[in-house]
């Protein structure tokens, strides 16, 4: 499962603001509310990486998102 990351962020409970000290070009976001199915070999290009606590928001995010309990 994959969760684009996008440049336009809203605010929104499903979405984590990343950026340039995660390795990002760009401020960006993290659309949790977007999550797609892709085969491991698709994701090719090393691009940045999350810390813990950026992870527990992605992942408070996706329950958002997913309608899953805490």
């Known amino acids: 499962m994959c969760a684009p990351v996008y ?3 809203d605010g929104l409970a499903t979405q984590v603001p990343v950026g ?21 070999p698709a994701l090719t290009d090393y691009v940045g990486a999350l810390s813990p ?3 527990a928001a992605v992942n408070r ?10």
């Open 7 to 9: 440049t336009a962020y």
């Open 20 to 40: 340039v000290s995660q390795g990002l070009a760009h401020e960006s976001a993290i659309h949790c509310d977007e999550v797609v199915s892709l085969p491991k």
């Open 53 to 55: 606590q950026e992870i």
């Open 61 to 70: 995010a996706l329950r958002v998102a997913l309608d899953l309990p805490d």
